[in-house]
């Protein structure tokens, strides 16, 4: 009887706060993502290109050609390349491409399937929409259509094949009272409800529950959004997230490159711990140096306040010698900081 929740420490949170903190520091605007519609042009180009690199949920290998292929056009795409693209259900992609280009060749089984798999191009995605084909169709309660969700989601086959009966003919109780009507009662015809409910069973080897696959495709629109249109300060701020991961970083400085951002080098006057922006180019944070802790950090920011260092011995003169350590001084010097 207890609540059980799935907290996923997750850095993309971390990324957007410190991408908004450096659009406010950089160009005096603050950003407010409950204000910014889900129609955005200009993030909708960016992920059909699927240069999606540091998009939440969008940047695998695989995802990049993906969504490519699907080029989405609104925020019901991202939510439904989400849920397909995993094992399983990838068998699907295909069909929901094809369908999705050519809306033409969608056929209904039944017409009281369309409204219900209408946003999906009539290909079934989510265990939600079983919840509706099952009540819809089968005339279920809202109580024993998560039943159903739930048999699903937990792979209870016997549970499944119990309800086909239900789900097509209803459910008499002893007095002979209706107690669930069924396709057949609904008007539908008993071989489409039993091929309606093969498709259901197959699906339930990887029914995805859309309200998950909504809250992701929320940060992934919001991540590419703030790629579109903010890109120097979302790469640093994306940078500063993988600090101990040299060959991540590696990966997102190519990912500047291609969009002619400067990578400006790591500098005792200039950089701060995390990665900056200067002037539409990104300075290098010196937390990302090996072997240079905060401590020195600290040291050299506050060195450098009164004046700037102009040579060597002013810099270890300048530093608190507490903190000051071979190591760090050498890979400084190694970095060209």
Not at 63 to 83: Q, V, W
Not at 149 to 178: Q, T
Not at 208 to 220: M, Q
Request: hydrophobic share 40%; glycine share 8%.
């Amino acid at each position: 009887g207890l609540l059980k929740m799935d907290f996923l420490g997750l850095r993309n949170l971390t990324v957007i706060k410190e991408a908004i903190r450096l659009i406010r520091l950089n160009r005096g605007i603050e950003l407010d993502f409950s204000k910014i519609p889900f129609d955005d042009k200009e993030t909708y180009n960016l992920l059909c290109t699927g240069e999606t690199l540091g998009v939440f949920q969008l940047e695998s290998k695989g995802m990049r050609s993906f969504i490519k292929d699907l080029k989405p056009e609104n925020i019901e795409d991202i939510i439904a390349g989400i849920s397909l693209f995993r094992p399983g259900p990838m068998d699907s992609i295909p069909k929901y491409i094809k369908y999705k280009n050519n809306p033409d060749v969608i056929k209904y089984l039944d017409p009281k399937l369309e409204p219900i798999l209408n946003v999906t191009y009539g290909c079934l995605v989510y265990q939600e929409q079983v919840m509706q084909v099952v009540r819809q169709l089968g005339g279920y309660s809202y109580g024993r259509s998560d039943l159903v969700r739930r048999a699903m989601g937990k792979k209870k086959m016997d549970v499944m094949e119990k309800e086909r009966e239900i789900f097509i003919n209803g459910l008499v109780d002893d007095e002979g009272n209706v107690e669930i009507q069924g396709c057949v009662r609904n008007g539908v015809d008993s071989k489409v409800a039993n091929i309606i409910f093969d498709d259901m069973i197959d699906f339930a080897k990887y029914a995805f529950n859309k309200s998950h696959a909504a809250s992701y495709a929320v940060l992934a629109y919001q991540t590419a959004y703030l790629k579109a249109h903010y890109t120097v300060e979302f790469m640093a701020a994306l940078m500063t997230s993988v600090m101990g991961n040299p060959s991540k970083i590696a990966e997102y400085i190519g990912d500047c490159k291609r969009m002619n951002i400067k990578i400006l080098p790591p500098d005792v006057n200039e950089s701060y711990s995390k990665f900056t922006v200067v002037n539409s180019n990104i300075r290098f944070g010196l937390l990302a140096v090996k072997n240079v802790g905060l401590g020195i950090i600290r040291a050299i920011i506050d060195g450098r306040k009164a004046k700037k260092f102009t040579t060597f011995m002013e810099f270890c003169e300048g530093i608190d010698t507490k903190e000051l350590n071979k190591r760090a001084v050498e890979s400084l010097i190694k970095s060209g900081a």
